[in-house]
């Protein structure tokens, strides 16, 4: 697991924008972390797997590229982490647990798989019946919509959706499957 803070704000930068090419100027500014310790962290992420790294031509200088690595197995296990304590972080749980006090609550998809993308959402099993919630305060502060699936309309769901459901997270309470 990564463990040192300033890792994991440059582990961050990739894990918030996994397509996309990143240069040591752009992820020593995002991470607010000197050149130097980032080129540092990019090397251990870089033996991890968590990146790659390869090089453009401008002129007659070469410069590193780094991107996520999001089909190695390290990144994905890393970005769970990371996903569930931005989640944590949010405060996200705690409030539909205050506001619904659901039976339980489930996380679930590709946010939960270490698998999300940019434009990807969070998908949220709640055991409750159907309340309309504004998660705009959430939803900006995790950059991510947030998409909440709610006991009454379950029947209703295509068996691979109560089955990813199923298989998911539970993060609140105890999910009874049958």
Known sequence: MLQKCSILQVAGVFFN?????????EISQKANLAHTAVKKHLLEL?????????????GKRTFPIYKANINDKEYKKQKK?????????????????DN?????????????????????????FVE??????NL????????????????????????DLKN?????LVLEGYLEGY
């Open 128 to 133: 409750c019946k159907k309340e309309e919630m």
């Open 17 to 25: 924008e996994p397509t996309k090419d990143h240069y040591l100027i």
């Open 46 to 58: 870089k033996r991890l797997s968590i990146i790659t790294e390869h090089h453009e031509q401008k």
């Open 164 to 168: 990813n459901i199923i298989n998911g």
């Open 100 to 124: 619904l006090m659901p039976k339980s609550i489930v996380l679930f998809g590709s946010f939960q798989k270490g698998e999300d993308i940019e434009d990807s959402d969070i998908d949220l």
């Open 136 to 159: 705009n305060k959430f939803q900006k502060s995790l950059h991510r919509n947030i998409q909440l699936h709610f006991k009454d309309h379950f029947k209703k769901y295509p068996e």
């Open 81 to 97: 982490i990371s996903n569930l304590i931005q989640l944590q972080e949010s405060k996200l749980i705690e409030f539909l647990k």
